[in-house]
């Protein structure tokens, strides 16, 4: 089945590029209740999956054995910018468990937050791995790879730690993975259909404090997102201003190269996409238009604005152009 046309840019008039992809939204069964594109198309989620990554670390037992606050497992399933509200957290976490910097393997990274990386560079400091924006995941690979007694290199695909994220993976978006990629951090992301994602994220829209034990792992986190939307993504970070706009109805994450999904907890229903040509303003327009379908964001919201109706504009602040919701993609 061909992606779907979603998202369209306009310039004076002419349609300058467009963007398709694939999207669902499932019900609280799992079951498609709507779907644009492909569902069955099978994509590498990249970092929207990191709450099914960090359900083992909970599962475990190995977050409650140290301690991890609702902040930390908030950071386990960010993307973050690498601002100081996350390199702190993230530092003394490591501390706390007897680990370093070090220890961690996911690679140094330029923070996208612009106070941090002003701060480097007027002190002459290097990026570390801390400011890796996945180094919150890799905290809890390493606090799970403590509680499992697995050697250094838990990021290698038959690590310890590697297989518990795989086994969860699997059976929490009901499929087996058709294979797996290197991620930007250096760990496994392993393939899936889109469905099966949006199947997953149905999943932690259901999941409740009283069920059991991977319920209550999946409810966790799904709380901690919501109620640490800084900590994500960060300031100017489409999860994070989503996540605020929504009040509490979502928890949003996005991936690389264009995915996106969204845990609805009041509504009981998810929603995956992908956008296929990894546009990230294309995927944040379509995240924010289904969002909206979804009503638990008020189409007035200046959110809505700034990544789906609002003009394109000039570096002097002309009106230049606009999105579009492409015919058959309905907000």
């Known amino acids: 089945m061909a992606a779907a046309r979603m998202i369209e840019f306009w310039r004076g008039g002419i349609l300058e590029s467009e963007h398709s992809g694939h999207a669902v939204i499932c019900d609280e069964k799992g079951e498609i209740a709507e779907a644009w594109g492909d569902p069955e198309a099978v994509i590498f989620p990249r970092s929207s999956c990191k709450m099914l990554q960090a359900l083992p670390l909970i599962e475990s037992g190995a977050a409650d054995k140290v301690g991890l606050r609702q902040d930390q497992l908030a950071l386990s399933c960010a993307s973050h910018r690498g601002a100081l509200i996350h390199t702190v957290r993230v530092e003394k976490w490591l501390a706390d468990i007897g680990l370093s910097e070090a220890d961690l393997?996911?690679?140094?990274?330029?923070?996208?937050?612009?106070?941090?990386?002003?701060?480097?560079?007027?002190?002459?400091?290097?990026?570390?791995?801390?400011?890796?924006?996945?180094?919150?995941?890799?905290a809890g690979f390493l606090t799970l790879n403590q509680h499992l007694g697995g050697g250094s290199e838990y990021v290698e695909v038959d690590h310890p730690v590697q297989r518990a994220v795989k086994a969860a993976f699997e059976e929490v978006t009901g499929e087996a993975s058709p294979g797996y990629g290197i991620d930007g951090c250096s760990a496994p992301n392993f393939a899936t259909s889109l469905h099966a994602l949006g199947r997953a994220m149905a999943f932690f829209a259901t999941a409740r404090d009283g069920g059991p034990a991977r319920q209550k792992a999946a409810h966790r986190l799904t709380q901690a997102m919501m109620a640490y939307p800084e900590l994500i993504s960060g300031e100017g970070g489409a999860c994070t201003a989503l996540m605020r706009a929504t009040e509490g109805r979502a928890a949003v994450k996005t991936g690389a190269e264009a995915v996106f999904v969204a845990i609805l907890p009041e509504k009981r229903r998810s929603i995956a996409l992908k956008i296929i040509d990894g546009g990230t303003r294309a995927s944040e327009a379509a995240i924010t238009a289904l969002l909206v379908h979804e009503g638990v964001l008020d189409r007035d919201h200046p959110v809505v604005e700034k990544y789906l109706t609002g003009p394109l504009l000039s570096r002097r602040g002309w009106r230049t152009g606009e999105r579009r919701l492409a015919p058959g993609f309905t907000a």
Do not use: F, W
């Open 105 to 138: 393997r996911c690679g140094s990274q330029v923070p996208s937050d612009h106070e941090a990386r002003d701060l480097l560079y007027s002190t002459r400091q290097k990026p570390c791995q801390i400011h890796n924006n996945c180094s919150g995941k890799h």
